[in-house]
């Protein structure tokens, strides 16, 4: 039997470093296909499967670095590009672990955000939409409100110098021309419109709330935006209600 040479040491490990890259890869798309087809919950898929795929790709990463230290010499250059792509596919997967990771050590475990914490505004039309076994839209009062002011201070209503009527038309078109969102009522004469949104991967449906309002001269808009699953949102809500007020006012 012939024994293995440096160079077959190499390509094996460039190789070997590739399948395991690929394999967290499957390991991470698995997670959010699984919970849509009903295999396991979503919080197996970010409490197992998530991790699972960021230690196989950091192995990966591993191998495949290791193939390139000891046998740089041995490998040609598809030998060399094979390892090369299991370090970046590695590292890509690795990340997504390492943000979720990061993300839940900075932000608080909330999913209720909004501009008015004193007086949210209420939903009407998602109350019909939301399953039974979602969060409650009920506010929790004043805990939710500190944890939101200390982690997104910049959360705040908008003053727009236009008539309620003017202005509840221009917060219903922003509504309308945000990307992802669905419009699902809007009720000029309260002031109110409602949308959701749901996500790319695991298809999560968050739910939002507009209110328009008299302020002076003008009108105040407050926007309301509500996980229906899960403890914390990681930041989504806070990012949907700067992203419409953004658009509101005309920011980029």
Do not use: C
């Amino acid at each position: 039997m012939t024994a293995f040479t440096p160079r077959d040491w190499a390509v094996t490990g460039a190789y070997l470093g590739l399948a395991l890259a690929v394999l967290a890869l499957l390991v991470l798309a698995a997670g959010p296909l699984g919970w849509r087809l009903g295999w396991w919950h979503y919080r197996f898929a970010f409490s197992w499967l998530l991790p699972t795929a960021g230690y196989a790709a950091l192995v990966a990463i591993a191998v495949s670095i290791l193939a390139l230290a000891l046998g740089w010499s041995f490998l040609a250059g598809r030998g060399l590009a094979v390892a090369a792509v299991g370090i970046a596919l590695g590292a890509m997967v690795a990340y997504m672990p390492w943000q979720y990771q990061r993300t839940r050590g900075v932000l608080p475990p909330i999913h209720d955000i909004t501009t008015d914490t004193n007086n949210p505004p209420a939903f009407v039309a998602a109350l019909k939409l939301r399953p039974a076994d979602s969060n409650t839209v009920v506010y929790e009062g004043p805990e939710l409100a500190g944890q939101q002011r200390a982690a997104y201070p910049d959360i705040a209503p908008v003053t727009i110098g236009l008539p309620p009527s003017e202005a509840f038309a221009r917060a219903l078109a922003t509504a309308k021309a945000m990307s992802g969102w669905t419009v699902v009522d809007a009720d000029a004469a309260s002031g109110r419109i409602e949308a959701n949104e749901t996500s790319r991967w695991f298809r999560f449906t968050d739910d939002v709330v507009i209110r328009v309002a008299a302020d002076g001269a003008g009108s105040r808009v407050d926007v309301r935006s509500v996980s229906r699953v899960g403890r914390s949102d990681f930041g989504v809500n806070a990012g949907r209600i700067r992203a419409y007020t953004a658009a509101l006012t005309g920011r980029s």
